[in-house]
């Protein structure tokens, strides 16, 4: 679920990050502007992002009491470290799907 939710957070914020990563390697902005195919589902992959991150995080944050002794959840050490790889891509996610918001002053 959080890989998901991270591969449709890129996928909604292709319309503004892309052109703008293309334009800074050098490309040109005529040939930029055509790619516009994936705006109209943009609220589509901002709301699958949205959902596979709040599945992901009721997984990762679910008491420890609900898994069977043994399983990889109910190890401390690695309950932690998915708490925080969960935080780091929830912060990525939000820089992603607040970037086209802010695009334009960067334009």
Do not use: D, N
């Amino acid at each position: 679920m959080l890989l998901a939710g991270g591969v449709a957070a890129l996928v909604a914020s292709t319309c503004c990050l892309g052109p703008l990563v293309l334009i800074t390697l050098g490309f040109s902005g005529a040939w930029i502007s055509h790619l516009t195919a994936l705006e109209p589902y943009q609220p589509i992959f901002m709301s699958a992002a949205l959902l596979a991150l709040a599945l992901a995080g009721k997984r990762i944050w679910r008491p420890a009491a609900q898994c069977a002794p043994g399983e990889v959840c109910a190890l401390p050490r690695v309950r932690r470290a998915y708490q925080l790889l969960f935080l780091m891509v929830l912060a990525l996610v939000l820089a992603a799907l607040g970037f086209p918001f802010i695009a334009p002053l960067l334009y």
